[in-house]
């Protein structure tokens, strides 16, 4: 398993939004639902801006529901949920093909739930060889206990778990890039 702290560049990058549903949104604690789904969807623009693959999934959808149509309706262009039943990502194979497809080793995980498909897909991801980083103001679970606890085995296993504003800045990585403007507006409309 690589240890590589570095946050990666939007050139090594692809965004994974897992299970952002509407019955699986509704059991999260309202004190911090509305400001992390906005910086799912936030995430969402800045990759269309940018040009990075996103892979969106949805956990059983005929009983969770669909994707958030505020996360939805950001997405760029085409894209269309995978549904799973597996909590690891790994284990369904429109998701290894769609991360194939993309080409790039640094997986960025967003979504629900950190302590079950967010963490068992990050370490099956670094198991394989690629790059997890989990952005933790970008996911989501009901308990804070099972938050902790799925923020400290990520590290312990050699993730790397950052934050959203972060990572917009380290996928420009120079206030020269054409995009500064638009991204540093995305990270200035703060939610929290």
């Not at 789904?37 to 969402?44: E, F, N, S």
Request: aromatic content about 6%.
């Amino acid at each position: 398993m690589s240890h590589t702290f570095r946050i990666p560049s939007q050139e090594e990058s692809v965004l994974t939004i897992l299970d952002v549903q509407e019955r699986l949104v509704g059991a999260m604690p309202p004190a911090y639902l509305q400001g992390n789904v906005r910086r799912i969807a936030k995430l969402a623009i800045a990759a269309r801006i940018l040009d990075i693959p996103v892979i969106q999934t949805e956990q059983l959808p005929m009983k969770l529901g669909h994707t958030l149509p505020v996360v939805q309706s950001e997405l760029p262009d085409g894209i269309q949920p995978i549904e799973k039943n597996e909590f690891d990502g790994l284990a369904n194979p429109p998701f290894r093909n769609a991360l194939d497809q993309a080409g790039r080793q640094a997986i960025i995980l967003t979504g629900l739930e950190i302590h079950v498909g967010i963490l068992q897909t990050a370490l099956g991801l670094a198991e394989s060889g690629r790059r997890p980083v989990v952005i933790e103001d970008a996911c989501l679970c009901r308990h804070s206990v099972d938050f902790r606890s799925a923020i400290r085995s990520l590290m312990a296993a050699g993730v790397l778990v950052t934050t959203f504003e972060t990572l917009l800045y380290s996928w420009i990585g120079s206030a020269d890039s054409p995009a500064f403007k638009e991204i540093g507006n995305l990270a200035s409309e703060r939610d929290y």
